[in-house]
């Protein structure tokens, strides 16, 4: 029987350590960090949000919680936001994707339209997440985003 050698040992583990963070960068990717201003709330602008347009976010703490989240702008104009995560799936992790005016479910492929988002629901599909406008920016209270934490922990 042949010898296994170090370097094939060495080989296999720095593999295995590309495909992880190859498979985190396609993950986590799509997300845009965001933070809380001082006055407790997140401000994202969307005055370039288009209408059929979704975008992800990531809500990052002060104490290192991250909450991920997308909004989106429905055929109408209306706004919606929800947590990138729903009640079915959360533990995988696996979130959301946008196609062609629907969420689909990167889990099981239910589709949702981005319109009905803000109606809640359960099972597969996204959680709403509560928000204000202000003009032409989306304000998203800390606590509400907290709240979600349970989802991606």
């Given amino acids: 029987m042949p010898k296994f050698k170090p370097l094939y040992g060495i080989l296999i ?14 993950s986590g990717g799509t997300h845009q960090q965001v933070l809380a201003e001082p006055d407790g709330a997140v401000h994202i602008d969307v ?19 991250e909450v ?7 055929a109408t104009g209306t706004l919606h936001s929800a947590f ?3 009640e079915n799936h959360y533990k995988l992790r696996r979130g959301y994707s946008f196609q062609n005016g629907w969420i689909v479910d ?16 359960g099972g597969c599909s996204p959680i709403p997440l ?11 209270a800390q606590d509400e985003l907290l709240k979600g934490w349970r989802l991606f922990n």
């Fill in 84 to 86: 990138d995560a729903s």
């Fill in 47 to 65: 005055s370039d949000l288009g209408t059929d347009q979704v975008r992800f976010y990531r809500f990052l703490s002060t104490a290192n919680q």
């Fill in 130 to 140: 509560p928000f204000r406008t202000q003009g032409d920016t989306v304000l998203i």
């Fill in 106 to 121: 990167n889990k099981c492929g239910s589709s949702f339209r981005l319109a009905g988002i803000n109606a809640g629901g």
């Fill in 13 to 26: 583990v720095a593999t295995f350590v590309a495909g992880m963070i190859w498979l985190g960068s396609r």
């Fill in 68 to 74: 991920d989240f997308f909004l989106g702008r429905d």
